[in-house]
């Protein structure tokens, strides 16, 4: 949820206190009233609903083809529907399982509240991020830029002040990093500072810097890629710091964007975190980095999206459960939802933006070794709580909040950027050990025990909470993000993620391996640029930056 931009090491280092091990837990929590709420996706995963399909057998009627079609409503699969549509190709079609597009992206509404789902934030992208900035402006969220070249960003989606704060020892600091112990603590943090800057400002040898965003704009250098072979637990034992406060600092970046510990994130995605942006304060003059957030979190990218592409192009609670390339054609196999029908369509191209481990079961003729890459792929369950509050909390300040001995990631207050009137948190749960048994739990226990749980972590915190809150609602992701493990980026299952077959294209952030908004978008891009070249239709790329095929 939160970034080292907002991060002033200096100024909120402090002597003295001891510093605390996360240790991952809570005591347990103790018996309270039921709350009233639900688990919206509360039924089976409706993925797994393609497992009842046999064969081509299955379908009945053929609908009329069209050009282009996308599989995925996330991000990615928006993105490669805009760029589509902003090509010319009105004869397309979006499918997206759910019964509200998103994906991990989605917001919620309650009462006229509205709140985030999943992905809440984004930043202003760095320099080279041209196809980032070319949506953005599309939709409308840069305006334009100044004479630096800076974005200027429209009113409403800058993060309001105060940003973020961190209860650590029994009180709120503003700020996410608590006491450094010792000179020796402070010094590494110093250290650790020191050797991110130099990252952000490194090139390669191919000019690239060494941490782009988009990743595959990042320097090919042996010596930055190597870093995806190690943990980034592994490099800071390489460089000596371990100083439990930045090992937590660390740790908590980890989770927060990647739902796993630094010993379990490649080296090259935990260092891109703090690179790939210019987070540091000695840069701040330089570029901006500052954080974009609306109500609805990345909710509202969606929507803007969607109502580009047009909803008369989008067909939700529909599974593609089938898809084969015959000869000029892509065959898809439909199953309508909201009523069981089967139906078959045929396109000239297709863009699968869904969860890539799901592609093995519908894709027909996938080589084994990429339908092995793509099931090999390690995601993190997490659980999300929109806790509703009768009146604000009585510490309510700030946007992110953030439980230093916690199994969570922390909160945001979604209505921070609206009326400020704190009544809609969005806690954050992500599940780092023992995936398996973490995702068969997640979806096996009901409301009120994982109601227990959070409340029990909160309370610390917030001692009234008990007493304010009126509902809390939850979501269950049980393949929320792909994990950037070591050896997941640049290796041999990277490229094969990414290759095509045939005419058929695969987007998501999956396909990259880092789970972020604006590699979802990038990886979206690029598919749509592919399958318009499959098919003959010149366009002008979104994508200046990507000279070669990394």
Same mark, same amino acid.
């Given at each position: 949820?939160?970034?080292?931009?907002?991060?002033?090491?200096?100024?909120?280092?402090?002597?003295?206190?001891?510093?605390?091990? %996360?240790? !991952?837990?809570?005591?347990?929590?103790?018996? /309270?009233?039921?709350?009233?709420?639900?688990?919206?996706?509360?039924?089976?995963?409706?993925?797994?609903?393609?497992?009842?399909?046999?064969? %081509?057998?299955?379908?009945?009627?053929?609908?009329?083809?069209?050009?282009?079609?996308?599989?995925?409503?996330?991000?990615?699969?928006?993105?490669?529907?805009?760029?589509?549509?902003?090509?010319?190709?009105?004869?397309?079609?979006?499918?997206?399982?759910?019964?509200?597009?998103?994906?991990?992206?989605?917001?919620?509404?309650?009462?006229?509240?509205?709140?985030?789902?999943?992905?809440?934030?984004?930043?202003?992208?760095?320099?080279?991020?041209?196809?980032?900035?070319?949506?953005?402006?599309?939709?409308?969220?840069?305006?334009?830029?100044?004479?630096?070249?800076?974005?200027?960003?429209?009113?409403?989606?800058?993060?309001?002040?105060?940003?973020?704060?961190?209860?650590?020892? !029994?009180?709120?600091?503003?700020?996410?990093?608590?006491?450094?112990?010792?000179?020796?603590?402070?010094?590494?943090?110093?250290?650790?500072?020191?050797?991110?800057?130099?990252?952000?400002?490194?090139?390669?040898?191919?000019?690239?810097?060494?941490?782009?965003?988009?990743?595959?704009?990042?320097?090919?250098?042996?010596? #930055?890629?190597?870093?995806?072979?190690?943990?980034?637990?592994?490099?800071?034992?390489?460089?000596?710091?371990?100083?439990? #406060?930045?090992?937590?600092?660390? @740790?908590?970046?980890?989770?927060?964007?990647?739902?796993?510990?630094?010993? /379990?994130?490649?080296?090259?995605?935990?260092?891109?975190?703090?690179?790939?942006?210019?987070?540091?304060?000695?840069?701040?003059?330089?570029?901006?980095?500052?954080?974009?957030?609306?109500?609805?979190?990345?909710?509202?990218?969606?929507?803007?999206?969607?109502?580009?592409?047009?909803?008369?192009?989008?067909?939700?609670?529909?599974?593609?459960?089938?898809?084969?390339?015959?000869?000029?054609? #892509?065959?898809?196999?439909?199953?309508?939802?909201?009523?069981?029908?089967?139906?078959?369509?045929?396109?000239?191209?297709?863009?699968?933006?869904?969860?890539?481990?799901?592609?093995?079961?519908?894709?027909?003729?996938?080589?084994?070794?990429?339908?092995?890459?793509?099931?090999?792929?390690?995601?993190?369950?997490?659980?999300?709580?929109?806790?509703?509050?009768?009146?604000?909390?009585?510490?309510?300040?700030?946007?992110?909040?953030?439980?230093? @001995?916690?199994?969570?990631?922390?909160? #945001?207050?979604?209505?921070? /950027?609206?009326?400020?009137?704190?009544?809609?948190?969005?806690?954050?749960?992500?599940?780092?050990?023992?995936?398996?048994?973490?995702?068969?739990?997640?979806?096996?226990?009901?409301? /009120?025990?994982?109601?227990?749980?959070?409340?029990?972590?909160?309370?610390?915190?917030?001692?009234?909470?008990?007493?304010?809150?009126?509902?809390?609602?939850?979501?269950?992701?049980?393949?929320?993000?792909?994990?950037?493990?070591?050896?997941?980026?640049?290796?041999?299952?990277?490229?094969?993620?990414?290759?095509?077959?045939?005419?058929?294209?695969?987007?998501?952030?999956?396909?990259?391996?880092?789970?972020?908004?604006?590699?979802?978008?990038?990886?979206?891009?690029?598919?749509?640029?592919?399958?318009?070249?499959?098919?003959?239709?010149?366009?002008?790329?979104?994508?200046?930056?990507?000279?070669? @095929?990394?």
């Amino acid at each position: 949820m939160s970034r080292l931009s907002r991060r002033r090491f200096l100024g909120l280092l402090a002597a003295g206190g001891g510093a605390m091990a %996360w240790g !991952g837990c809570r005591p347990e929590p103790v018996p /309270q009233p039921t709350v009233p709420g639900r688990i919206v996706n509360a039924g089976p995963p409706r993925g797994h609903m393609m497992r009842e399909i046999t064969g %081509w057998s299955d379908f009945g009627r053929e609908l009329p083809s069209c050009e282009l079609a996308v599989v995925g409503g996330g991000i990615s699969g928006l993105a490669a529907a805009w760029k589509l549509r902003r090509s010319g190709i009105d004869r397309l079609l979006l499918f997206d399982l759910e019964d509200a597009l998103g994906g991990t992206s989605r917001s919620g509404e309650r009462a006229g509240l509205v709140f985030p789902w999943g992905a809440h934030y984004i930043h202003i992208p760095p320099r080279e991020a041209d196809c980032i900035h070319e949506i953005l402006s599309d939709l409308g969220i840069i305006e334009g830029y100044d004479r630096d070249e800076a974005p200027i960003i429209s009113p409403g989606a800058l993060l309001r002040w105060p940003h973020e704060r961190l209860f650590h020892r !029994g009180r709120w600091t503003e700020g996410l990093l608590p006491f450094a112990t010792s000179t020796t603590g402070r010094e590494e943090v110093y250290r650790f500072e020191d050797a991110m800057l130099r990252w952000t400002l490194y090139r390669g040898r191919d000019g690239r810097r060494a941490f782009a965003m988009p990743l595959h704009y990042s320097t090919a250098d042996g010596k #930055v890629r190597a870093l995806d072979r190690i943990s980034m637990a592994d490099y800071m034992d390489g460089e000596g710091w371990h100083t439990p #406060v930045l090992r937590w600092l660390v @740790d908590h970046a980890c989770r927060d964007d990647y739902g796993s510990r630094a010993d /379990q994130v490649s080296a090259w995605a935990g260092i891109h975190y703090y690179a790939c942006r210019y987070y540091d304060y000695r840069l701040q003059d330089q570029y901006p980095s500052h954080t974009l957030t609306w109500s609805g979190g990345n909710g509202y990218l969606v929507a803007k999206l969607a109502d580009y592409v047009g909803r008369d192009n989008i067909m939700a609670n529909t599974l593609v459960a089938k898809a084969e390339v015959e000869g000029e054609w #892509v065959r898809l196999g439909l199953l309508d939802l909201t009523n069981g029908d089967k139906v078959m369509l045929r396109v000239r191209a297709l863009v699968y933006a869904g969860k890539l481990h799901t592609a093995p079961h519908v894709v027909v003729g996938m080589a084994s070794e990429q339908a092995a890459a793509m099931r090999s792929i390690s995601y993190s369950p997490w659980l999300v709580a929109a806790i509703f509050l009768k009146e604000p909390l009585a510490e309510y300040t700030t946007w992110d909040n953030v439980l230093y @001995d916690s199994p969570s990631v922390g909160y #945001v207050v979604a209505d921070h /950027q609206s009326d400020g009137s704190g009544r809609v948190l969005v806690y954050y749960w992500p599940f780092t050990d023992d995936l398996e048994a973490s995702r068969r739990r997640l979806l096996r226990e009901g409301h /009120q025990y994982w109601v227990s749980h959070i409340l029990a972590d909160l309370h610390p915190a917030h001692p009234d909470i008990y007493d304010k809150v009126e509902r809390i609602d939850l979501y269950r992701w049980g393949h929320g993000m792909p994990r950037p493990v070591p050896g997941s980026l640049w290796g041999a299952a990277a490229q094969l993620r990414r290759r095509p077959l045939e005419r058929i294209f695969f987007a998501s952030c999956d396909a990259s391996g880092l789970p972020l908004c604006e590699e979802a978008v990038y990886s979206g891009i690029r598919a749509a640029e592919d399958a318009l070249e499959c098919i003959g239709y010149p366009c002008a790329t979104s994508l200046a930056g990507l000279a070669h @095929d990394a």
